[in-house]
């Protein structure tokens, strides 16, 4: 954003656009909220009636950037049941367009295009503490995979044995999948490739899934996120289930 098109009543937005220029541009640190400022093309302490700290810049940015990443995957889940039917067990060959992961695929898919396309951004939200308890994300990417997997359960392609706590287990093979790409350790030979191996990771991740061994209770797992939410339906007198897994690394 060039200094000087900031218009009175959107400057909250405009420091956001200049905070997320910058991170691309310079990565998670490397900037400071007198230069967001700047760039926007006003004072500092104009700055600080919207955002007390640098750090609070950063997190709002990281829930504007989470609330966008949210959106992205339920479209492409929901694109991707445009084509889906019902019928399909979980190992459907490729390209079967009655398969009930397809929809599952797509956001990882999804999730892997996002963080490798604008690998800056996706590190700062990576980022212990980039959000807080009181943060507010209207359609958090763990809420979309928790629906995709609520459905998977739904449909019978998902042991219910097996349902709790699964949104860790799935994210965590995906999104080290993204970061050893971000980091340039492995490579792809093209998209379809990209495409292909992602589909590979979810597939596999279902199958184990559906044949691991009956337990007593697998390890809840903990985050921001999860914590919030849960607190947040307790005091709404709902029932809360066992901790699951966030889709971004929020526990600290």
Request: with cysteine.
């Given at each position: 954003?060039?200094?000087?098109?900031?218009?009175?009543?959107?400057?909250?937005?405009?420091?956001?656009?200049?905070?997320?220029?910058?991170?691309?541009?310079?990565?998670?640190?490397?900037?400071?909220?007198?230069?967001?400022?700047?760039?926007?093309?006003?004072?500092?302490?104009?700055?600080?009636?919207?955002?007390?700290?640098?750090?609070?810049?950063?997190?709002?940015?990281?829930?504007?950037?989470?609330?966008?990443?949210?959106?992205?995957?339920?479209?492409?889940?929901?694109?991707?049941?445009?084509?889906?039917?019902?019928?399909?067990?979980?190992?459907?060959?490729?390209?079967?367009?009655?398969?009930?992961?397809?929809?599952?695929?797509?956001?990882?898919?999804?999730?892997?295009?996002?963080?490798?396309?604008?690998?800056?951004?996706?590190?700062?939200?990576?980022?212990?503490?980039?959000?807080?308890?009181?943060?507010?994300?209207?359609?958090?990417?763990?809420?979309?995979?928790?629906?995709?997997?609520?459905?998977?359960?739904?449909?019978?392609?998902?042991?219910?044995?097996?349902?709790?706590?699964?949104?860790?287990?799935?994210?965590?093979?995906?999104?080290?999948?993204?970061?050893?790409?971000?980091?340039?350790?492995?490579?792809v030979d093209d998209a379809r490739a990209f495409?292909?191996?992602?589909?590979?990771?979810?597939?596999?991740?279902?199958?184990?899934?559906?044949?691991?061994?009956?337990?007593?209770?697998?390890p809840a797992v903990h985050t921001t996120h999860?914590?919030?939410?849960?607190?947040?339906?307790?005091?709404?007198?709902?029932?809360?289930?066992?901790?699951?897994?966030?889709?971004?690394?929020?526990?600290?």
């Amino acid at each position: 954003m060039a200094k000087g098109r900031y218009h009175h009543g959107d400057l909250r937005a405009a420091l956001l656009d200049a905070a997320e220029e910058l991170v691309r541009e310079r990565g998670a640190d490397g900037w400071s909220l007198r230069e967001a400022s700047a760039r926007v093309g006003v004072s500092p302490s104009a700055a600080y009636h919207h955002f007390a700290s640098r750090d609070t810049l950063v997190r709002a940015l990281s829930e504007r950037i989470l609330s966008h990443l949210g959106d992205l995957l339920a479209d492409a889940c929901e694109q991707a049941g445009e084509l889906s039917g019902a019928g399909a067990g979980p190992r459907a060959p490729v390209g079967e367009t009655a398969d009930p992961l397809r929809r599952l695929i797509a956001l990882g898919r999804g999730y892997l295009h996002w963080a490798v396309e604008d690998p800056a951004v996706a590190r700062l939200v990576f980022g212990a503490g980039a959000t807080g308890p009181d943060s507010r994300v209207s359609r958090h990417p763990h809420d979309v995979l928790t629906a995709e997997l609520d459905r998977l359960a739904d449909l019978g392609a998902l042991p219910a044995a097996s349902r709790p706590g699964a949104e860790f287990v799935v994210w965590a093979p995906i999104h080290g999948l993204a970061v050893l790409l971000i980091d340039g350790l492995i490579r792809v030979d093209d998209a379809r490739a990209f495409d292909l191996q992602a589909e590979r990771v979810i597939r596999a991740t279902l199958n184990g899934l559906c044949r691991e061994p009956a337990s007593e209770g697998w390890p809840a797992v903990h985050t921001t996120h999860t914590d919030r939410r849960r607190s947040h339906l307790g005091q709404e007198g709902e029932q809360v289930g066992p901790g699951a897994g966030d889709l971004l690394r929020q526990a600290e």
